[in-house]
């Protein structure tokens, strides 16, 4: 898949603040590319240079391949932006603000009709769509700031912390209609602090660190490539008379009562270890509900990334 | 984007005080007035036309000033010009757009209030002559040039602050100043007396200091 987002040695400094270390990244079109990091990594300062409301940084970026400073017009065509937090015009009301915003974009007045309330609709805000914007609750706001950014169905769409603020049904909502627009085609690039959602739609992630990708790959890859260790979790029914057993198999740590986890040391198979602790469990008189292998996730390989000092 | 401006103003409750509510306080002002002042016409008596005409010229322009500005910073504060900057549009028209719909709204005040200045005076027998007309139709033009010079100089502040605090200091303190700047070179003898030289560096002022507002906000980083 050809490249729709070439970010390429940029650097951006806020006073004597470096926030973007010659940061070099590539989105191919079609994915779905999570961006996470640690708090002041970069990540909204590079997602508006690529929306265009940063201006002024070194290197170049290109959207479709137009630069988004010398042919801003024609990057920003394909190009749906949600910041992290949207203001709108407050004597305005829910509708009037998308229908302005979606003519802005170019969206011809029959789609504008069409696709509003479609969207309202999704977001169950149909009923609000006579309502100043001023009036809306934080999380309908948030709703509204991503149906502007779906309104004239971009090439490709930017989400800064779209999660945030969202109750779980929109969250799940949000997420349903980032794999339709994948399906349609467009590309997505997001960030987010909710590793469990990156982990549930992005195809590839991107981890800032001090202003530069500190690795990205497929959440599969990143996880084999630095070596996670294998966890067993074991939840039992009745606890064992002694359940000290445990720490022979490996590091145990009870999460909660009843509850462990036992990190398996480097080259350790987990079937034996699965095997004698279901036999020392019966013998000890315990029962146990749950035993099985713990897949690491994005949240295992960010903690460890952070344990590992990669990323601080 | 300037029709929506337009709406938007219009919409405000500022500009209800403008068009409705100040109007009317100042024609209370003038019949409150003793009799003494108002009725010795043509011997320095003050007709309504001239007490509302003296009012606008006082408050419009700061108003106007202030408007813009303060509607620029908050909308820059609450973050309202990302959502536009993002699309296809070039920055400057918000600048413009916003200049405009302030302008042509105050202007608008400035009408009805000296339009109900007529009235009254007509209802009260004292309707202005034809020489007379001449004289308010000048006054206007002037006061509709002060309030476009002030729109201008209060969308170079509303871009340069980042607090409307700070912008409404800048308005009040340099702004109210800048507007005498078009007669300047007529008090200091350096250009004749005439009308419509005035009016003529008032409008290259006005249109210098919005396209410098343009540039600012087009290379502002938001």
Redesign the interface.
């Known amino acids: 898949m050809a490249a729709l987002v070439q970010i390429e040695n940029v650097r951006k400094k806020f006073y004597a603040q470096v926030v973007l270390d010659n940061l070099s990244l590539e989105i191919r079109e079609g994915e779905v590319f999570g961006y996470i990091g640690p708090n002041g990594a970069g990540k909204t300062t590079t997602l508006k240079i690529l929306?265009?409301?940063?201006?002024?940084f070194e290197g170049t970026v290109r959207v479709a391949g137009n630069d988004v400073v010398k042919d801003?017009?024609?990057a920003?065509?394909v190009?749906g932006?949600m910041?992290q937090?949207?203001?709108?015009?407050?004597?305005?009301t829910v509708q009037s603000a998308l229908d302005?915003?979606a003519e802005?974009?170019?969206v011809p007045e029959a789609l504008r009709k069409q696709r509003i309330p479609a969207l309202l609709e999704r977001f169950k805000l149909l009923d609000a769509r006579f309502k100043k914007v001023k009036e809306l609750s934080g999380g309908m706001t948030q709703k509204l700031?991503l149906i502007?950014a779906l309104l004239h169905e971009p090439k490709l769409l930017v989400l800064d912390e779209p999660l945030e603020g969202l109750d779980p049904p929109s969250r799940n909502l949000l997420k349903e209609i980032i794999r339709e627009r994948q399906h349609a085609g467009t590309t997505v690039l997001f960030s987010s602090h909710i590793l469990s959602d990156v982990d549930d739609v992005a195809d590839r992630i991107g981890i800032l660190n001090r202003g530069t990708i500190a690795t990205s790959g497929s959440i599969r890859e990143l996880v084999t490539d630095f070596g996670l260790p294998l966890e067993v979790e074991v939840d039992f029914a009745t606890t064992p008379a002694d359940p000290g057993f445990l720490a022979e198999l490996g590091t145990a740590t009870e999460r909660r009562p009843g509850e462990w986890r036992i990190r398996l040391a480097d080259g350790t198979a987990s079937d034996p270890v699965i095997h004698t602790a279901i036999e020392r469990t019966l013998a000890g008189g315990g029962k146990i509900r749950k035993i099985g292998l713990v897949k690491p996730d994005l949240d295992d390989l960010f903690a460890q990334y952070i344990e590992r000092g990669h990323v601080n | 984007m300037l029709r929506d401006e337009l709406i938007g103003f219009a919409k405000s409750k500022v500009m209800i005080v403008l068009w409705v509510v100040l109007p009317l306080i100042a024609m209370a002002g003038y019949l409150l007035l003793p009799k003494e002042i108002t009725e010795a016409r043509g011997l320095g008596g003050l007709s309504a036309t001239a007490f509302v005409g003296f009012l606008m010229s006082s408050v419009a322009g700061t108003v106007a000033a202030l408007m813009v500005a303060v509607d620029l910073v908050s909308e820059r504060n609450r973050k309202v010009y990302e959502l536009f900057v993002i699309r296809p549009m070039r920055r400057e028209v918000i600048i413009w757009s916003k200049f405009l719909a302030v302008f042509a709204c105050v202007t608008v005040a400035c009408l009805v209030s000296l339009g109900l200045g007529i009235a009254v005076d007509a209802f009260r027998g004292n309707a202005p002559r034809g020489d007379e007309y001449y004289d308010i139709g000048k006054s206007l033009l002037s006061l509709i040039g002060v309030v476009a010079l002030s729109c201008s100089v209060g969308v170079v502040f509303g871009v340069m602050s980042r607090t409307i605090l700070v912008a409404v200091i800048l308005i009040l303190y340099v702004g109210q100043n800048l507007t005498i700047v078009p007669m300047l070179p007529v008090y200091l003898g350096w250009l004749p007396d005439h009308f419509w030289l005035v009016m003529l560096i008032t409008a290259t002022m006005t249109g210098l200091l919005v396209l410098a507002a343009s540039v600012m906000f087009r290379r502002a980083e938001l």
């Open positions: 929306a265009g409301l940063i201006t002024k801003r017009s024609k920003h065509a190009i932006f910041p937090s949207c203001g709108f015009q407050s004597w305005r302005s915003l802005l974009s170019g700031g502007q």
